[in-house]
């Protein structure tokens, strides 16, 4: 028998891959066959590994993208509003309306609220991993040519189910849950997509070198411990083995084949990004056409080109997840086959054998099922989307917000100045006391970033504190000012600010009262909006002046709102959802986004109609604004649709 992989060699013509190709991937019982292999060059195992993807998708490319879509189907439409529901009963035992990081503390003093939690991350895990492990079976089936017949991959996926139920498997979670997620690799599943480093974070470290250079060395290192483990799913899938002993044993046979797997999968990522730009173009362009020769006709082609791009981001999205288990299982061929010294009956028994005589469902009948599972479901997401379209093409009402300043150097009053001249409608800017009792306009409490000096804020008086000077990452420089010289410069220009109280933890008893007294002598008190992450800070000002307008930061938010006496929330861009922006207008609670430098991630905020959206890029969010202002026409529109709602990776 000629496998994928022999074709692909043969094609390419490479006398040398043809004597060292894999004859076979399994034998008739579905074990592992090791047929040595010589270390080859890093482009032909490379070929190899994408030779064997494609003769996947050529072979049974309809199925497995089918499954896959169900699967996705099945996690999104049932089991996360299971999921969601158990987490907002486990806050309810705690005595909570929404997830607030500083009052998180409840939730471990309730048994109800701890057990729900624990269930939810149980339930999260064994969907993510059964995903994983059918697509894995599937791929498997297609590649050693025993079909994909229903009662055969419940068989063997049943078999795969019930491990999963032991605690042997558990030794998966670090792997599945937080390094696949962390690399980049959380599109596998829609549990999983949003695991990443939040942007805040991220943000604030690649301000400076240091944290730029430690930043990049976490990504390779997550993402070299990634490709070291990449086998652990299919070793899994594959053999009766533990999770922490798949773990182990991926560790040993990808020594040598992480760069060609590594080259394999970025070809795939790549060819992914190409296809999502050519379904970008070939949606859009009968809406930008209409939109110049016949406008009224531009929402019917709206929705058909949503719809279409709907339908075929998921098909995309499908060939590229079983292209990489394809490579993935192929790699394992590969590593089991050039160590010789494990024993594929004994170390590594297969869990379920695979009979060559099973009954193979008709291609022909699978793929035109497939054909038509698609076609509704693109009729189907042009009809529902069509109202979005309408709702996305409103013209925003949003505020745009310089994060504390722009062009100059952060809370300075050069940034104040520059974020003035951007046209913002806001700046955002960060106060702290200093020793004296004081302010300052400054939001670090240690001044090792801004002026490379490890000296806290709490230990300098005001006039020690406006003497240092603060550097940026443009080697811009300037001083640290006074909150009064700020707050002078701000009315000077009519400029209105959004001003976050910081806290260091040495403040004076009666920090706030100092604070409203110093900003209500210079007469501006009622001419600015507030914000605090602290809740006793947002609670004391509302009390002490009830007519401010003043916001609750959240860095962490999600499945509901907490209960607040603020006049708006602020919700971190990581965390964010248009689920809560509606919660928030409901209870009639302002919605402000921070810290927001994506431009895609800035338009969608705008059609989202978020009451502010707080960035270091104030430019690009009024050009966006403006432009989403002035164009009639519904081809931005839809582009920012397509760009929110269609994901590839």
Same mark, same amino acid.
């Given at each position: ?25 399994? %034998? ?7 047929? @040595? ?43 996360? @509003? ?19 990081? @500083? ?18 991350? /149980? ?43 032991? @605690? ?32 805040? =974070? ?185 109202? /979005? ?46 020793? %004296? ?72 008893? %009666? ?38 307008? /003043? ?19 602020? =919700? ?29 991630? =800035? ?27 002035? %164009? ?18």
């Amino acid at each position: 028998m000629r496998t994928p992989t022999r074709a692909f060699i043969d094609r390419l013509g490479h006398d040398a891959l043809k004597r060292t190709a894999p004859a076979a991937l399994a %034998d008739a019982n579905g074990a592992f066959v090791p047929t @040595p292999h010589p270390r080859l060059p890093i482009w032909s195992t490379t070929g190899e590994f994408l030779g064997s993807g494609f003769g996947v998708l050529r072979r049974g490319g309809a199925q497995l993208a089918l499954l896959y879509v169900l699967s996705q189907a099945v996690i999104a439409l049932i089991a996360l @509003p299971v999921l969601g529901w158990l987490v907002q009963s486990a806050l309810t035992a705690a005595g909570l309306a929404g997830i607030d990081a @500083p009052q998180l503390g409840k939730v471990f003093a309730s048994p109800l609220s701890l057990g729900l939690f624990a269930l939810v991350l /149980v339930l999260g895990y064994a969907l993510v991993l059964a995903q994983f492990l059918l697509l894995l079976v599937a791929v498997r089936r297609v590649q050693t040519g025993t079909g994909l017949g229903v009662r055969a991959v419940a068989r063997e996926f049943g078999a795969l189910v019930r491990r999963m139920l032991r @605690p042997s498997s558990l030794g998966l979670v670090p792997y599945l849950l937080l390094l696949l997620p962390l690399a980049g690799f959380g599109f596998f599943s829609v549990l999983t997509r949003t695991i990443a480093v939040p942007s805040f =974070i991220s943000g604030e470290l690649t301000k400076t070198v240091p944290g730029s250079i430690g930043y990049v060395v976490f990504l390779l290192i997550v993402g070299a411990l990634c490709t070291q483990f990449a086998l652990t799913l299919p070793l899994f899938a594959t053999s009766n083995i533990s999770g922490a002993r798949a773990g182990r044993l991926s560790w040993r046979l990808t020594k040598h084949s992480q760069t060609p797997l590594a080259f394999a999968v970025i070809t795939v990522i790549l060819a992914g990004l190409l296809s999502g730009f050519l379904i970008l173009l070939v949606s859009i362009t009968p809406t930008l056409l209409s939109d110049a020769l016949w406008p009224d006709a531009s929402p019917v082609f709206a929705a058909i080109g949503l719809g279409a791009a709907v339908t075929l981001g998921i098909l995309c999205m499908g060939a590229a997840v079983v292209m990489v288990a394809a490579i993935l299982m192929q790699c394992l061929t590969r590593s089991l086959a050039s160590r010789p010294e494990l024993d594929p009956g004994c170390d590594l028994a297969p869990v379920v054998a695979i009979k060559s005589t099973e009954a193979r469902p008709t291609p022909r009948r699978v793929t035109l099922v497939a054909v038509g599972v698609l076609a509704v479901l693109a009729v189907g997401a042009g009809a529902l989307t069509a109202p /979005v379209i309408a709702e996305m093409s409103r013209q925003p009402g949003t505020l745009v917000l310089a994060h504390r300043g722009f062009d100059g150097v952060e809370n300075t009053v050069a940034g104040l100045e520059g974020a003035h001249a951007a046209n913002a409608d806001v700046v955002e800017m960060d106060v702290m006391q200093t020793a %004296d009792g004081e302010f300052v306009v400054l939001h670090d409490a240690n001044l090792s970033r801004l002026a490379g000096r490890g000296i806290h804020i709490a230990d300098l008086t005001l006039d020690e504190a406006t003497a240092i000077t603060v550097t940026d990452l443009a080697g811009r420089t300037d001083l640290i000012p006074s909150l009064e010289t700020y707050l002078a410069r701000a009315d000077d220009i009519g400029q209105q600010l959004l001003i976050e109280i910081k806290l260091h933890g040495r403040e004076t008893d %009666d920090f706030l009262e100092r604070l409203v007294a110093q900003i209500e002598a210079q007469g501006v008190l009622g001419d600015h909006i507030y914000h605090s992450l602290d809740t006793a800070s947002v609670e004391g000002l509302k009390r002490m002046c009830p007519a401010l307008t /003043v916001g609750y930061t959240m860095a962490v938010a999600g499945t509901a709102l907490p209960r607040t006496s603020a006049d708006f929330v602020v =919700i971190e861009e990581w965390s964010y959802s248009s689920d809560l922006t509606a919660e928030a207008h409901r209870a009639g609670l302002g919605m402000f986004v921070w810290t927001v430098n994506d431009e895609m991630t =800035i338009r969608q905020l705008l059609r989202d109609e978020v009451d502010g959206i707080i960035t270091d890029r104030a430019d690009v969010a009024v050009r966006a604004r403006q432009q989403m202002t002035e %164009d009639p026409g519904l081809a931005t529109v839809l582009f920012d649709t397509i760009m929110r709602f269609v994901t590839i990776f």
